[in-house]
Every structure is written in C-alpha cells, then in structure tokens.
C-alpha cells in the first residue's frame, strides 16, 4: 500500500510492549498495527522482550531480555529495562501498550484498565482461587493500578487509545483528567483466515463448544466445564494456557475426563473454532476480546458475559446469547443450542461473521494513523476526527 500525504506525517513511530507477536489478544493487535504501519511506509521502531515480526527494511527491533513470568518479576523487570531502552531509543511519536514504562508517551492503548477491573472485580476476589493465586494476582493488580496512577495523566500521556467504549468509560471514571483524551479503536479481526470456509459441515455426534484463552479464573474456564454437566450432548476443548493439573483433576472429579479436552498453547486457533459449535467465555472482566471476533468471523455461536466490547457486539439471540458467569447460565444456553438444531445454529453463525464487517486490520490501523497525524499537528483535533468506536 503506497503511504498517503497523512501516513508521511508521522514517519517513525515507537512500538513500546511486552510482546508482539501473533499470539493472544493484545500481543496480536499490537502486531497487527505494526504490519500496518509497515505497509503504510511507516518507519516502525519496537521495543519489547519478545518479537514475532518478520524482518521488514523499515523494522528496527530492540528486543530486551527480560522474562515473560511470573509476573511480579517480568513486569518490574521490564519497567527498569524498557524504561531506559524507551529513553535511548525512541524515534517519532512513542506508542505503548499500557502502563508499562516511565517514559512519557504520545498514545497508549488500553487493551486492559486494571482500575475497572478491579472494580468490577472486588466482588469475586477471594473466591474458590488457591490461596497463592489470590495473594499473587492481588499483588501484580495493586503494582498495576499504581502504574496506571503514574501514566495515565496528561503530564505523562498525550491521548489513550481504549479497546471499547466500555473501556473508555472506565478510564473517564477513574482519570477524569484524561476524559477529553482519548479515542476508541477496537481490536480487528482477518476475515480471510478466520472463515466458515474452513468448517466441513457436519454435524458431529457430540456438540463441541470451545474455550480460548489464558487467565482461566478471570475468564471462568469452571463454570464452561461444570456446564458440562447438566449439558450431556455438549464437550468442551480448551485452547490456552493454564493451571492444566488443576483443571484436570477438577475435571476427573466432575467425571468429565472424556469430555474436557485440553490442548495447551495453539498460536493459530482458527481449527478449533472450524469444528466448534459454541465459543464460550463466561470471562469476570475483558476490554474487548480478540477471540470473540475471531471466533464470530469463522461463524460460531458466542456465548459469553456482558463485558466491555462484547456488551456492543453480541445481539441476544441473533449471534448468540449472553450468559451469566455460572454453570447454570452456561449450561441453560448450550442446552438452548441443542434444542434450536443445527440450521438454526448455523443461522445464528452466519449473523455472527456478519457481525465482523466492520473490524478490518485495515480500518483500525487508519484509524491509529489519524491520531498519530492529529497528534502532530495538535492534540485539540484528535476528537474532531472520524474514528472507530466499536464495542460497548
């Protein structure tokens, strides 16, 4: 793609992340906006512990060595390492991916508040997790909302960049110094690789409902699996990572062992959602799932709870339903879906690609490219411009 007048205006611009790389969700947005950039002429400077870019002329790449877990070591670690690396090696307009350095930044994107999580959270916190989950997960949360505090502040950021409109809403609650700075721009999906093309058709003996993701208190991979059992035509694949022995034995325990797959880390989970009839992620809090997208544009059914971005994307009843964060809730669906059959699920997959139309990688990166030429040319504009706002 030959760069436009409004592309030149921002020739170089400074990735700062963890990791890009497709895989995940945030990761995978973030590589996303990267190739975009790229093929936009841009000059693309990435500063992270873990690339999985191809080599590109206008790629410049400065990997830090710094561990991906646990996180009370990795994120701290990175602080120090990218802080510095930010400082030395930035170019043009410095982009990061949440409170992640002490670096001032231009534009951060909010694929994560940890201050509306735990808001939302507080209700579920101390419940059914082992105790060292809680003690862990209560740490890295209070070092992330005290990152939050330090960088989402107009001294420390020009403009935020929220995944969904719930999202953004969060951020105006807890940073109200913040409220007229920021823009929504949801994640994208790639409608060529995520296809009901890929699914045979078939209507296999046993309905197969899906689960994709890590985290698996936060996105209630328990309650998907004690569904099960109340939901006998219904087996469960888990694509992720996570406490596997854990969920395993839990599984056993509810004479699950036969029905409950787990098949770890999948970089690419485009075939599980080829042969699934159900994506379930009855999660306690996301900003906008790349999953759900991923799994409506290969034409699943999604059941998942009123959260930010699914709030604006799920139509009860037309591409799926909302549900609970119970067994009970989940369970009632599947056995919902059973009863409809499987034209009428097939129905409800087809409305649920349609759903995708307006989440091209194209579109959001010329959505982030605006801000960037707003930016430069002053903050005031930003809100003025047409952007994506996606996602409730």
Known sequence: MRPTKQDRLSNAITLVAHRVAKVGGMERAFAELAEGLLDRGFEVHVICHHCGLQPHPSLHLHLLRSPNRPFLLAYPLFLVRGTLATWRRRRGLVHVLGAIVMNRADVATVQFCHHGFDAKAAQERGQKASLAYRVNARAAQLMSLAMERWAYRPSRVSWLVPAS???????????????????????????????????????????????VGGDWERKGLRYAMEALTTSPDWRLVVVGQGPQSRYAGMARALALDERVEFVGHIADP???????????LPTAYEAFPLVLL?????????????????????????????????????????????????????????????STLAFSWEEIVKAHTDVYASLENGASEVAARPHARRGE
């Open 270 to 280: 485009s075939g599980y959602f080829a042969v699934a009839d159900a994506f379930v």
């Open 165 to 211: 409109d719930g999202v953004a809403a969060e951020l105006r609650e807890h940073f109200p110094s913040m409220a007229d700075r920021l823009t929504v721009i949801p994640n994208g999906v790639d409608r060529e690789h995520f296809s009901p093309a890929k699914r045979d058709g078939s209507e296999p003996r046993e309905l197969v409902a899906v689960f």
């Open 294 to 354: 991923e799994a409506a544009a290969s034409g699943v059914p999604l059941l998942a709870t009123r959260v930010n971005g699914a709030n604006g994307f799920i139509e009860h009843g037309v591409n799926g339903f909302f549900v609970e964060r119970s067994s009970e809730s989940v369970s009632a669906k599947l056995n919902l879906l059973t009863a409809i059959g499987p034209e009428r699920r097939q129905e409800m997959g087809q409305a649920a690609r349609k």
